[in-house]
């Protein structure tokens, strides 16, 4: 008898494998775009990418880069010291988003479309100044580390963080995967009801397959001991995401943490998240452009004591623009319409958005 063979919900487990456009120096926004079908890395005039290494360990032609259809091979060109990937020596590798090519002293980052998309996020929630770079790409590692299930991810900071772990999920690994909550406390309502959670573990971790399961530190599951042993196993396909006002100090949080500073030392930048997250909320409703400055004014003076505020106002706002009315908003942003109701009803909404 034949039988058929499963599909394996994790065999894409690193849902960003779209093409490499572009390599940018580690810490920096210093970039080098991919152009043609064969090019070389090093230090000599003749160079397609001439580098400057501080270290003066990157050799005059150090490594070729050849594309094989969608995809960049790098070789290495009998240099000196060697090239390597995520840290590791290699004479040969393939690029993948992501990928951390080390070259002498300095290391080039692989960068896709959709990667590009999910390191501007981050550095929505970290912050866009030049001394935040570093900071944005050790995120970085520390996601693409828990989207390929080697370490589980750590978010540290003030407030409600499960709403930036789903938005890490989704630039990560997609909406078509699933995210769910274990909190053994969170008290079914309405305004939560739209966010899948599980009291016991383990019944979140087989829901979460193929995807995230996010939980509070200080609120773990009484199953939680049995969750761990599940996630160490190789063929693990699940994403566990911790939050907590400080890092936890479990073995099994490994990557570096990250942890949001207060919205609240960024004054300079709130406009701009405002913005940013009024553009994502345009796309997930898949309605059009309609926020306005009089819009982010409001959001930034009644809604933006918070990263998850923001991004909960200008949803509403933008959901409000498009319907005209709190019925069709509601329907739009999948809530109840008593409770976006009782939400307006505290808030004197901008000129012109109910119709």
Not at 173 to 200: M, S
Request: with cysteine; net charge neutral.
């Amino acid at each position: 008898m034949t039988i058929a063979t499963k599909t394996d919900l994790g065999m894409d487990a690193w849902a960003i494998d779209d093409e490499v456009v572009r390599l940018r120096e580690w810490g920096s926004e210093a970039v080098h775009e991919l152009i043609g079908d064969e090019l070389t890395i090093g230090s000599a005039e003749g160079s397609s990418l001439q580098l400057t290494d501080p270290t003066g360990c990157l050799s005059r032609q150090h490594v070729r880069l050849t594309r094989e259809g969608p995809r960049w091979i790098a070789r290495d060109l009998d240099s000196k010291n060697g090239m390597r990937l995520d840290g590791v020596k290699r004479p040969k590798v393939l690029l993948e988003p992501g990928s951390e090519l080390g070259l002498g002293g300095i290391t080039l980052i692989a960068e896709s479309p959709r990667l590009i998309a999910l390191r501007s996020f981050l550095a929505r929630l970290l912050g866009w100044s030049s001394d935040r770079c570093e900071t944005v790409d050790l995120a970085l590692r520390s996601v693409r580390l828990a989207a390929t299930r080697r370490a589980a991810l750590a978010l540290c900071g003030e407030g409600d963080l499960v709403s930036i772990a789903r938005g890490l999920h989704r630039y990560s690994l997609g909406d078509a995967q699933p995210f769910v909550l274990c909190d053994p406390k969170r008290r079914a309502t309405e305004a939560n009801a739209v966010l899948e959670n599980y009291i016991d573990g383990m019944r979140a971790f087989e829901a979460a397959a193929g995807g995230s399961m996010c939980m509070w530190s200080k609120r773990l599951p009484r199953d939680f001991a049995e969750v761990t042993t599940a996630l160490r196993d190789p063929s693990t396909r699940v994403q566990l995401i911790v939050c907590g006002l400080r890092p936890p100090d479990r073995k099994e949080l490994v990557s570096a943490p990250i942890e949001i500073p207060p919205l609240a030392s960024r004054p300079e930048e709130i406009d701009r998240v405002v913005d940013e997250y009024a553009a994502d909320a345009a796309v997930l409703l898949r309605v059009g452009a309609s926020f306005t400055k009089v819009d982010r004014d409001w959001v930034r003076m009644h809604s933006a004591t918070s990263l998850p505020e923001i991004e909960k106002g200008t949803a509403r706002i933008v959901a409000l623009r498009e319907a005209g009315n709190v019925a069709r908003a509601a329907g739009l942003l999948g809530m109840a319409h008593a409770s976006l109701g009782e939400w307006i009803g505290r808030r004197r909404l901008p000129m012109g958005t109910l119709k």
